[in-house]
């Protein structure tokens, strides 16, 4: 059981480049997340899903796209990278929202220049 | 409204010492306030977490102590060890919102031998 698994741990991005971060989770939780972290920031929610096909914005979507085609997956796709997109992103999942234990990823520490 | 107010930004604590953690919130439709505890270079993990129909919770060393009518919560961690040493960040959500969890902004937690 491998939990959440976030790829690459690390990437460096050239302005207007884009990419893909991979989430996986093999816990068949129906609810996944993407948050992101910058110091004394805490962690923003960029987008959510509640299961596959299902997702939704959160506080800070812009710049960024999801997709859910499967339970276990949840893509986080940068489109025209930005200085400001720099961050440590995460990835998390959990049995369904509210008070329900929400399982994060080691994390993916991207930096735009 | 949304907003979850977190301080200190960073506490020193003499080991053996108490280690207090406090949050405010405004949205009173708030119903869950989990705490995660983070190491550096890993995802946040559940720590403890309470719901406002209790004043108080406790698991071992840590302890969650909940005033609603002053929509206030904070963490106490007795007996603080170096292993503590971590950023914690408290959260809060709402069964009718989705379940969407809001951060604080963390704080930084240094426990000195």
């Known amino acids: 059981n491998a939990g959440v698994t976030q790829t690459p741990k690390f990437r460096i991005l050239k302005i207007g480049q884009s990419m893909t971060l991979q989430c996986a989770q093999d816990?068949?939780?129906?609810?996944m997340y993407w948050y992101r972290q910058d110091p004394g920031m805490g962690l923003k929610l960029i987008y959510y899903s509640v299961g596959a096909g299902i997702t939704d914005k959160g506080e800070v979507p812009n710049g960024y796209n999801v997709s859910r085609s499967t339970t276990e997956d949840f893509p986080l796709r940068l489109e025209l990278a930005a200085p400001s997109q720099t961050s440590v992103y995460f990835c998390?999942?959990?049995?369904?929202?509210?008070?329900?234990?929400?399982?994060f990823g080691p994390g993916t520490r991207l930096t735009v220049t | 409204q949304q907003q979850v107010k977190q301080s200190p930004q960073s506490l020193i604590v003499q080991k053996g010492g108490i280690s207090i953690i406090n949050c405010a919130y405004e949205?009173?439709?708030?119903?869950?306030f989990p705490w995660y505890q983070q190491f550096p270079g890993k995802g946040p993990a559940l720590l403890i977490a309470?719901?406002?129909?209790?004043s108080e919770k406790k698991e071992g060393r840590f302890t969650i102590s909940f005033n609603k009518s002053a929509k206030q919560f904070s963490l106490h961690i007795m007996d603080s060890q170096p292993g503590d040493s971590a950023t914690y960040f408290c959260?809060?959500?709402?069964?009718?919102?989705?379940?969407?969890?809001?951060f604080g902004q963390g704080t930084e937690l240094s426990v000195k031998p």
């Open positions: 959260a809060a959500s709402n069964d009718n919102q989705g379940g969407k969890l809001i």
């Open positions: 949205n009173t439709a708030f119903d869950y």
């Open positions: 816990m068949n939780h129906n609810y």
């Open positions: 998390a999942s959990s049995r369904q929202g509210g008070p329900y234990e929400q399982y």
């Open positions: 309470i719901r406002p129909d209790v």
